[in-house]
């Protein structure tokens, strides 16, 4: 069952999804999709190659930014703020449960300058705690 959570009316994060769930997305309004997920993170899990094609097939934009058990590196936040700007309209992310879209949200637009208060609050809303990457957050607000 799809399962979107709205963090702002440009962007929302959801748990895994599946190429069979992107006409609903589209329907939803959204015009992009970015993928935090690498492939073969569980047994069972779509690959990214058919919800690209799902989502090409919609019309959507695709792109992939995986976030490993690693955590998150300067160039997922620069392509994370790459396809946010790019699309002309709302963004889905997704990973297994919308936990590390969200956290991958947050850290890029508080690089670029977004309040990092309203950042934590509109995640909170969303039922995402992002107290632990606050640090994190004034990190890369401060390296600016």
Known sequence: MLSIRPLNDRFAVAPQIAPEDVPAIAAAGYVAIVNNRPDDEEPGQPSGNAVRAAAEAAGLAYAEVPVTQAGFAQPQLDAM????????????????????????????????????????????????????????????????
């Open 81 to 144: 703020a790459a396809a946010v700007v790019a699309a002309d309209g709302p963004v889905l992310a997704y990973c297994r449960s919308g936990t590390r879209s969200c956290n991958l949200w947050a850290l890029a637009a508080a690089q670029a300058g977004r309040d990092r208060d309203l950042l934590v609050g509109q995640a909170r809303a969303a039922g995402y705690d992002l107290s632990s990457l606050r640090p994190s957050l004034d990190a890369v607000a401060r390296a600016r």
